[in-house]
């Protein structure tokens, strides 16, 4: 998978969203997160890879190296985590929903808050726009304060412009302990 490269420039983006734009709805560049420690997680987290880029409306630009990360929440074994970019032809509610069919399919359970999962997928950033609703806050309220989120994200979308803080993704890492996050 390619790297892409992201202006500072909200209106280069749309206006390459705007040559890219389907007959209905249009192109948008979205960042996931992806975590598993239960069962087989690198064979879970490539496979899920693989299901994301098969599901209509949905490109597989970029994926990150994969990550072992010290799990937050109640004790469990460490996660491997990683960041992947999709192009969509999806609204953000639509990609939320495919994201939670697909961890169904791999078995998710949601027993307790930050427990232990086959599979987690977390939708990041949907183009630079700002959400708060019932079901999906964008971007994710969480993701500026995790290194097992910001470093592979920053592999892939260093230049990537977070819209709250107005930080490229590579400046939010640089604020983080990282100190337990380690490549693959």
């Not at 004790?75 to 939670?100: F, R």
């Not at 806050?137 to 994200?153: D, I, K, S, Y």
């Not at 979308?157 to 337990?180: F, H, R, Y």
């Amino acid at each position: 998978m390619k790297s892409l490269e992201f202006t500072d420039s909200k209106q280069e983006r749309k206006a390459l969203a705007q040559e890219t734009q389907g007959a209905s709805v249009q192109r948008v560049l979205s960042a996931i997160a992806l975590g598993s420690n239960l069962g087989d997680s690198l064979t879970i987290l490539n496979n899920a890879l693989n299901v994301l880029a098969d599901t209509a409306g949905i490109t597989l630009e970029a994926q990150s190296s994969w990550y072992q990360t010290a799990p937050v929440g109640p004790p469990q074994p460490d996660y491997l985590n990683g960041c992947a970019l999709l192009d969509v032809q999806l609204t953000p509610q639509e990609l939320l929903e495919t994201l939670l069919r697909i961890e169904a399919q791999f078995g998710r359970v949601r027993r307790e808050r930050n427990g232990p999962r086959t599979l987690d997928l977390d939708l990041l950033l949907f183009d630079d726009l700002i959400l708060n609703s019932p079901t999906l806050q964008l971007p994710h309220p969480r993701m500026r304060e995790r290194a097992f989120v910001l470093v592979p994200l920053a592999e892939i979308a260093p230049n990537w412009v977070e819209p709250i803080s107005g930080k490229a993704i590579a400046q939010l890492v640089q604020n983080l302990d990282c100190s337990g996050v380690y490549r693959l």
